[in-house]
């Protein structure tokens, strides 16, 4: 199973616990500018640093130039987010050797400044294949239905991307829905909670962010 972490240049208050539990042998680690010297904070060594290197520390760039570490440098002056340029070599990586990730995993996406905090959420539409993480959330996009195993007691929101929700139906939740359209500016898919094992999502079109909260209740 082949996973890629990221680390962004975001906030960051994971436990080293809960980074170590990302990796394992088959993981890829990538880094956007100033996430570097997040994943030096947490010993983890990135393939790639990418990004007009602005935000980055100059001893922690020394340190990993000298570890082999591949470093592309943008000019500052550019038309990509260092996320996006991430993303963009997260595929090249995927089309040269011929597989694609099972999990790419986005650390330090949120916080610090609000533009690219939605930006970053946005591109999830684009590059589908990712999940945004902080130590007790995990955020992620979709335009099909799914279910969820295992997360009895999380706290879940939709957040539509498009005016309706169609035909949307809820089970395995305290607030359920059968077949409801559901507009983008209304709040009634907020603050929801799993209360079975085993949940579904089942709706007929649209886009939506989904957002997964542990430890809303306990058993």
Known sequence: MKKCVIFLNGEYTYSQQ????????????????????????????????????????????????????????????????????????????????????????ILGALGKRIDLTLNNIFLM????????????????????????????GYGFSIIPLDNIIGNLTLKGFKYELDSVNVERKSSRLVSNIIEKEVCSVSFTRGKMIVILRKNVTED
């Open 18 to 105: 809960f980074i170590d539990d990302l990796f394992d042998e088959n993981t890829i680690c990538l880094c956007a500018d100033g996430g570097v010297n997040s994943a030096h904070k947490y010993n983890k060594k990135p393939l790639y640093i990418i990004g007009d290197l602005d935000s980055v520390n100059a001893e922690i760039l020394e340190d990993y130039k000298k570890q082999g570490v591949n470093i592309v440098k943008y000019n500052p002056e550019k038309d990509y987010t260092d996320f996006e340029l991430i993303l963009q070599k997260v595929e090249e990586l995927e089309k040269d050797g011929d597989f694609k990730f099972d999990s790419m995993s």
């Open 125 to 152: 539409e684009k590059y589908k294949n990712i999940k945004i993480l902080t130590e007790n959330e995990e955020i992620f996009y979709t335009e099909s239905s799914f279910s969820l195993n295992n997360k009895k």
